[in-house]
């Protein structure tokens, strides 16, 4: 194995035919040229390591790249390096485990850049090719558990025959588990399949619990239960007892005599309710529609029905548990890749700094596309899309001293992104301090877009819609029960068609839960959000210069501290209380930060003091719904309605969606009394700008 060199022309002289630099600043910046075509074995990846920068007419495998960038320590700390160029041919790369990179400390004022041909021509693969399907032989015991209308159509493979030999592990999943990576998948063309299940859409609903909402035992009207009963791993996903905590779970036995389906304990973390929304997974019995799939673990079969006559390489299962994984990572750049087919978490950056992805794309990964603990550091125009657990989870910043963690998640289209547990796990997760979400459009969404908690953050100019479109009780932007958690800004951005048809008051446009509080919420636009602002009890809200357009209230502000949720504000060892403690909040940097935070125990804290309301635009809807024990303490100001403000486009109120349908009229009153005009302003990534999202190509 020899390897391609890039060095571009020293900076200083050096004495010629000494092979060495007299100064150390006479550095070179390596480049390394990847292939897929390269053969790339762990043999391989040793011995180009061993040699590199040595020998110099050859491109690598990415297993010998990353291998060289591990034996680099002594060139990166000498200054012999002071760049590393890992350039990635068009291609497919399979990758089984993922790539470790790990940068030394010694070296972490040393750039590195992992960068291809473009997110749409280099993809880096955790799945392999499934080959070699066809019909159920007649002694294929599990296959008589096929429907009648199946047969003849569902094709059989061996997961061995294309090299596989690990499925993974099934774990519960859902609300408060810990994430772990999805067992295998399978892909029909870059889209994922759906495990056979019942009902084929939709929900059904449990009918009674014969052990009690405690128990683990429930029944449901009109289920399959004598072939349910023949399935060796079946699973039931469901809001057992909130629309807001779903939860999947191994079903420990079905009984068709009595009706009864009983799950494997513990219970789920609520309990049971009747009523209540659940499906069955996992059930070859219950494969009878193309696209839909299920594997016997014990033989390693799969069993699929698919939607076209296959080609080679149209099937493909996922293997590796994660794609990328960068360790103490410092100026370190990723562009124009693609990455897909994972179990888990497709990119993980665990600590370090300035790290920037830009021009990428992540599909299918079984748990989130990015989790990041870095600081100083930029993701921007992804497209991210079909993922189990949620788009981006971002840690950054110190809660302790407010100190900013400068991580921003920009200019990205994030949509179908809780394919697996479907509450809680948004688009964008953001704990800390200091960040940004910014001109992003997120969509198609069964809970919340984007999950905040901590201090200082910026949300501006993303477009939100078709979110919280299954669960209740939720917002498209979500916080709260944090007292100590201050400072965001709302700013520019435009929300509509949010929520469920069939759950209408269920659903929040920016909800602050819980007495949250100490946002300033101002200048962006909503269309068809019932409850567009819902402010749970919380105080110290800034609402100003907000068009509502058919929101119904456009404004909630209920005083749940002083109500039924006064045992949490009173609570001396409670959660709100205790997170005062945890940050010292009547000290600096908080008590200086935040002055009125200092005095809060002494001010009726469960009281929604503080909260004003000005200079808001309310057209169509109702424009305010405030709870009577709140109404002393919010401040209302000046408001606009529907003959202060026109649109230039003339049609229905109720129609207007688009941004484009919000237009205000140079005309309107209102401009002419103080309501500025949006900020929002679509981008490239907003609406229609998901190609250029995901690459420069």
Same mark, same amino acid.
């Given at each position: 194995?020899?390897?391609?060199?890039?060095?571009?022309?020293?900076?200083?002289?050096?004495?010629?035919?000494?092979?060495?630099?007299?100064?150390?600043?006479?550095?070179?910046?390596?480049?390394?040229?990847?292939?897929?075509?390269?053969?790339?074995?762990?043999?391989?990846?040793?011995?180009?390591?061993?040699?590199?920068?040595?020998?110099?007419?050859?491109?690598?495998?990415?297993?010998?790249?990353?291998?060289?960038?591990?034996?680099?320590?002594?060139?990166?700390?000498?200054?012999?390096?002071?760049?590393?160029?890992?350039?990635?041919?068009?291609?497919?790369?399979?990758?089984?485990?993922?790539?470790?990179?790990?940068?030394?400390?010694?070296?972490?004022?040393?750039?590195?850049?992992?960068?291809?041909?473009?997110?749409?021509?280099?993809?880096?693969?955790?799945?392999?090719?499934?080959?070699?399907?066809?019909?159920?032989?007649?002694?294929?015991?599990?296959?008589?558990?096929?429907?009648?209308?199946?047969?003849?159509?569902?094709?059989?493979?061996?997961?061995?025959?294309?090299?596989?030999?690990?499925?993974?592990?099934?774990?519960?999943?859902?609300?408060?588990?810990?994430?772990?990576?999805?067992?295998?998948?399978?892909?029909?063309?870059?889209?994922?399949?759906?495990?056979?299940?019942?009902?084929?859409?939709?929900?059904?609903?449990?009918?009674?619990?014969?052990?009690?909402?405690?128990?683990?035992?429930?029944?449901?009207?009109?289920?399959?239960?004598? !072939?349910?009963?023949?399935?060796?791993?079946?699973?039931?996903?469901?809001?057992?007892?909130?629309?807001?905590?779903?939860?999947?779970?191994?079903?420990?036995?079905?009984?068709?005599?009595?009706?009864?389906?009983?799950?494997?304990?513990?219970?789920?973390?609520?309990?049971?309710?009747?009523?209540?929304?659940?499906?069955?997974?996992?059930?070859?019995?219950?494969?009878?529609?193309?696209?839909?799939?299920?594997?016997?673990?014990?033989?390693?079969?799969?069993?699929?029905?698919?939607?076209?006559?296959?080609?080679?390489?149209?099937?493909?299962?996922?293997?590796?548990?994660?794609?990328?994984?960068?360790?103490?990572?410092?100026?370190?750049?990723?562009?124009?890749?693609?990455?897909?087919?994972?179990?888990?978490?497709?990119?993980?950056?665990?600590?370090?700094?300035?790290?920037?992805?830009?021009? !990428?794309?992540?599909?299918?990964? %079984?748990?989130?596309?990015?989790?990041?603990?870095?600081?100083?550091?930029?993701?921007?125009?992804?497209?991210?899309?079909?993922?189990?657990?949620?788009?981006?989870?971002?840690?950054?910043?110190?809660?302790?001293?407010?100190?900013?963690?400068?991580?921003?998640?920009?200019?990205?289209?994030?949509?179908?992104?809780?394919?697996?547990?479907?509450?809680?796990?948004?688009?964008?997760?953001?704990?800390?301090?200091?960040?940004?979400?910014?001109?992003?459009?997120?969509?198609?969404?069964?809970?919340?877009?984007?999950?905040?908690?901590?201090?200082?953050?910026?949300?501006?100019?993303?477009?939100?819609?078709?979110?919280?479109?299954?669960?209740?009780?939720?917002?498209?932007?979500?916080?709260?029960?944090?007292?100590?958690?201050?400072?965001?800004?709302?700013?520019?951005?435009?929300?509509?068609?949010?929520?469920?048809?069939?759950?209408?008051?269920?659903?929040?446009?920016?909800?602050?839960?819980?007495?949250?509080?100490?946002?300033?919420?101002?200048?962006?636009?909503?269309?068809?959000?019932?409850? !567009?602002?819902?402010?749970?009890?919380?105080?110290?809200?800034?609402?100003?210069?907000?068009?509502?357009?058919?929101?119904?209230?456009?404004?909630?502000?209920?005083?749940?501290?002083?109500?039924?949720?006064?045992?949490?504000?009173?609570?001396?060892?409670?959660?709100?209380?205790?997170?005062?403690?945890?940050?010292?909040?009547?000290?600096?940097?908080?008590?200086?930060?935040?002055?009125?935070?200092?005095?809060?125990?002494?001010?009726?804290?469960?009281?929604?003091?503080?909260?004003?309301?000005?200079?808001?635009?309310?057209?169509?809807?109702?424009?305010?719904?405030?709870?009577?024990?709140?109404?002393?303490?919010?401040?209302?100001?000046?408001?606009?309605? !529907?003959?202060?403000?026109?649109?230039?486009?003339?049609?229905?109120?109720?129609?207007?969606?688009?941004?484009?349908?919000?237009?205000?009229?140079?005309?309107?009153?209102?401009?002419?009394?103080?309501?500025?005009?949006?900020?929002?302003?679509?981008?490239?990534?907003? %609406?229609?700008?998901?190609?250029?999202?995901?690459?420069?190509?």
């Amino acid at each position: 194995m020899t390897l391609r060199i890039s060095t571009p022309a020293r900076r200083v002289a050096c004495w010629f035919g000494l092979g060495a630099c007299v100064l150390p600043a006479c550095a070179t910046a390596l480049t390394l040229h990847v292939s897929a075509a390269a053969t790339d074995t762990p043999a391989d990846a040793q011995a180009t390591a061993a040699t590199a920068p040595t020998q110099a007419n050859g491109d690598i495998g990415l297993r010998a790249a990353v291998a060289v960038l591990a034996a680099s320590k002594s060139r990166f700390a000498d200054g012999n390096v002071d760049r590393l160029d890992i350039v990635l041919g068009a291609g497919t790369y399979r990758l089984a485990q993922p790539l470790q990179m790990q940068i030394d400390p010694s070296w972490r004022g040393t750039p590195v850049t992992l960068s291809g041909a473009g997110a749409n021509r280099t993809i880096l693969s955790g799945a392999r090719i499934v080959r070699g399907f066809h019909a159920p032989g007649t002694n294929d015991a599990a296959a008589a558990r096929l429907p009648a209308a199946a047969r003849g159509h569902v094709l059989v493979a061996k997961l061995a025959d294309s090299g596989i030999d690990d499925a993974g592990t099934f774990e519960r999943q859902g609300f408060g588990i810990r994430v772990t990576p999805a067992p295998l998948e399978l892909f029909y063309r870059g889209e994922p399949q759906t495990l056979a299940r019942w009902p084929n859409q939709g929900f059904a609903t449990i009918a009674s619990l014969p052990g009690g909402e405690k128990g683990t035992s429930f029944t449901v009207a009109g289920a399959p239960l004598d !072939a349910l009963k023949a399935e060796p791993e079946l699973r039931a996903m469901g809001y057992w007892a909130r629309d807001w905590a779903d939860t999947m779970l191994p079903v420990e036995a079905v009984d068709p005599s009595s009706g009864t389906v009983t799950l494997a304990a513990p219970a789920p973390t609520f309990g049971m309710k009747t009523g209540q929304r659940m499906v069955f997974e996992n059930a070859l019995s219950q494969l009878d529609r193309p696209g839909e799939w299920y594997l016997d673990r014990a033989s390693m079969t799969v069993y699929f029905w698919p939607p076209a006559p296959l080609h080679d390489g149209d099937i493909e299962a996922s293997v590796s548990n994660q794609l990328l994984v960068a360790t103490t990572a410092s100026n370190l750049t990723i562009h124009d890749l693609g990455f897909e087919d994972t179990r888990g978490n497709a990119i993980e950056i665990n600590g370090g700094m300035n790290v920037e992805i830009d021009h !990428a794309t992540v599909r299918n990964a %079984g748990s989130v596309a990015v989790w990041s603990t870095a600081s100083n550091s930029h993701y921007r125009f992804m497209n991210v899309w079909n993922t189990g657990e949620g788009g981006f989870v971002v840690f950054a910043g110190n809660r302790q001293t407010l100190g900013a963690g400068n991580v921003s998640v920009e200019d990205s289209v994030i949509h179908d992104y809780a394919l697996r547990t479907r509450a809680y796990r948004p688009a964008i997760s953001l704990s800390g301090v200091g960040d940004r979400i910014e001109r992003n459009h997120i969509y198609n969404g069964p809970h919340a877009a984007i999950v905040f908690n901590g201090n200082d953050h910026v949300i501006s100019g993303n477009e939100v819609d078709h979110v919280a479109r299954e669960t209740g009780d939720t917002g498209a932007l979500y916080t709260g029960r944090d007292w100590t958690a201050r400072g965001t800004l709302i700013e520019g951005n435009f929300l509509h068609d949010i929520g469920s048809p069939a759950q209408p008051k269920a659903t929040m446009g920016i909800y602050l839960d819980d007495q949250g509080g100490g946002a300033t919420i101002r200048r962006n636009v909503f269309s068809k959000v019932n409850q !567009a602002i819902f402010i749970g009890g919380g105080r110290d809200n800034l609402v100003e210069d907000n068009l509502f357009v058919n929101c119904t209230p456009a404004i909630y502000i209920d005083s749940r501290g002083l109500s039924w949720q006064k045992g949490l504000a009173d609570d001396p060892n409670g959660q709100l209380r205790h997170q005062l403690m945890l940050v010292h909040y009547n000290q600096p940097p908080y008590s200086t930060h935040y002055p009125s935070l200092a005095t809060l125990l002494d001010d009726a804290p469960g009281a929604p003091k503080g909260n004003v309301l000005r200079r808001n635009a309310v057209i169509g809807g109702e424009a305010t719904s405030i709870d009577m024990r709140a109404t002393p303490y919010i401040h209302v100001g000046p408001a606009f309605g !529907a003959r202060d403000v026109s649109f230039v486009k003339v049609m229905p109120d109720a129609q207007r969606s688009t941004f484009a349908d919000l237009r205000i009229a140079p005309s309107s009153p209102a401009l002419h009394e103080g309501f500025p005009l949006p900020m929002f302003r679509p981008s490239a990534v907003t %609406g229609t700008g998901k190609q250029q999202a995901a690459g420069h190509e």
